[in-house]
């Protein structure tokens, strides 16, 4: 059971921070009174946000045809292919699959000559360049699509913030450790956090997206302009194909590539709304801190300053640090600044929207994700197997309500 003192000075120090709080707040909130259904705008954008949303919108629908660069080797031929639950924009059943070897020692290798470690699931049957996990592999993932409801709201995430989050050492001894990727914004060449991704492998969404569309897809572009089809040599490429690369070309009457609309797409996309709130659901606020869930996913961080007042110093209730933790669901396959067994955390806010769970999809109930976490997370772990039935059930309401 619950040390009940200690709920009553939890309760008063959630304070601005407390998710029931912000649930009301502008940024979860419509210009004309209801919440933002799945899939709408961020209200309030102006009219060349609007548009610049429905354009991003029409290239995430359109499906890709060969003859624009689609393949040779991809997971889908649509953005919303793959994001689509409970709308477009959100997550979706087609996992990604990654491969790699592990040598006795522990380190691991890729298997292509490129280093990456995707393995797409179709090729263009014309081109005759299948992608194949070889034998050798003996490290095989899957990882299942982010949900991208709220994206722009988290690209404009103060990097001091995560910064101020990160305790890579444990220095407070609650034996929680994330850190900062550090990587590399392949739109800008320089150092960056990285906040997209599994892995949080992408700073932007400019790159999140341009990095999908390459190995989703296989159409190249400006940020990515080499095609990724793992054991498919050179020579073979030639052949498999011929479009020259870039294959995403700027539109001349527009002056914007496909990823530019892809960005905006994701950039103005609302947050889901939460669900209904109740007296059981303020207690599992309360559940859900007192056993150190919040340590990792942070209920609320801060944008920075920003010109457009949509994303000017907001509190944006996502249920994320965006740091990198080892909570003992790794996939074994390291990316970027991501060690094996690190997984950015994954933000919270749309849960209920959301099955299967955890990066793999490999748990079919909140309650069986939550058994999963081990490392880092191991005390919250055992904070939620201590709890009685009602503070259980409070709590697992709390994370339906979101």
Known sequence: MIDRPRFGRLAAGLGALSVVALAGGMVTGSAQGRPPRPGDPLPGLTPAAFEEFTLGLEDFLEVEEPEEGLGPAFNGTSCAGCHSLPAVGGSGLVAEVRAGWRAPDGTFYALDESGDTVFQLFSIPTHGCRVEIPPEANVIARRVPIPLFGAGLVEAIDEEALIALADPFD???????????????????????????????????????????????????????????????????????????????????????????????????APLARGPIDDTVRTGEIVFHAIGCAACHVPALPTGPDSDPLFDRRLVPLFSDLLLHDVGTGDGIPQADAGPDELRTPALWGLRFRRPLLHDGSAATIEGAIERHREEADPARRGFERLGPSDRDALLAFLRSL
């Not at 994330?178 to 969404?205: C, E, H, M, N, Y």
């Not at 095609?227 to 539109?251: F, K, N, T, W, Y």
């Open 171 to 269: 220095r407070n001894r609650d034996g929680v450790s994330g850190r900062v990727a550090r990587v590399r914004d392949p739109a800008t060449g320089r150092p960056a956090i990285g906040r997209f991704g599994w892995k949080a492998q992408q700073p932007s969404l400019l790159a999140f997206g341009a990095e999908a569309y390459r190995t989703e897809m296989g159409i190249t572009n400006e940020l990515f302009p080499t095609e990724l089809a793992s054991g498919v040599s050179a020579e073979q490429m030639r052949h498999c194909d011929p479009i020259p690369d870039p294959e995403d070309l700027r539109d001349p009457a527009t002056r914007r590539a496909g990823i530019d609309n892809f960005a905006s797409f994701m950039r103005f996309l």
